[in-house]
């Protein structure tokens, strides 16, 4: 006899990190009752409303305008879409449908760009965007492109057991 648990939750409230958490506590309570025991979960620090008071609250500080200032200057302007060459004749109508091709750098490459990053104090994030970057622009030409990145956004104490939606996007340009 199967039981069988589905969950369905959308991405704009749920992020990747609070899948983790979920199937934790999933876990913890399902353990718990086998045992025949109640489940006592740790009582959260913080909830999600705490969150979003600190970003109103953030949101007002002189500091944060200055911020918010410098990287509309920063990102301002029109960007030109990356045109790249196509190997076969584009259809007359877009439809958007992408695919996706996946590699996996070898060991030695990996070593090598994880030693670049160190010699340069930096992370392997930033030496892998950089090479991403060069490589966009040796196939369209293009000196001013902008990438997004995502980050987990939770960048207070507590905030870690919380289930909820705090991605940010940030444009590299």
């Not at 620090?45 to 200057?73: G, T």
Request: proline share 5%; charged share 20%; aromatic share 10%.
């Amino acid at each position: 006899d199967l039981t069988y648990l589905g969950i369905v939750v959308h991405h704009a409230v749920f992020d990747g990190w609070s899948i983790s958490v979920l199937l934790d506590d999933i876990a913890a309570s399902y353990t718990a009752q086998e045992r025949g025991e109640n489940a006592t979960l740790p009582p959260l620090k913080h909830q999600y409303a705490d969150y979003s008071q600190w970003q109103r609250d953030e949101a007002q500080r002189e500091c944060h305008q200055r911020q918010l200032a410098y990287w509309k200057e920063q990102l301002a302007g029109p960007v030109a879409p990356l045109d790249f060459p196509a190997d076969h004749v584009r259809p007359p109508r877009q439809t958007w449908a992408g695919q996706v091709a996946q590699m996996t750098l070898d060991a030695n490459l990996t070593r090598a760009a994880e030693q670049l990053a160190a010699s340069q104090r930096t992370t392997l994030f930033v030496v892998l965007a950089a090479a991403w970057n060069i490589l966009l622009h040796r196939y369209t030409g293009h000196t001013d492109i902008v990438v997004g990145s995502v980050v987990a956004g939770r960048n207070h104490p507590g905030l870690d057991d919380l289930i909820g939606f705090f991605v940010n996007t940030v444009a590299l340009r």
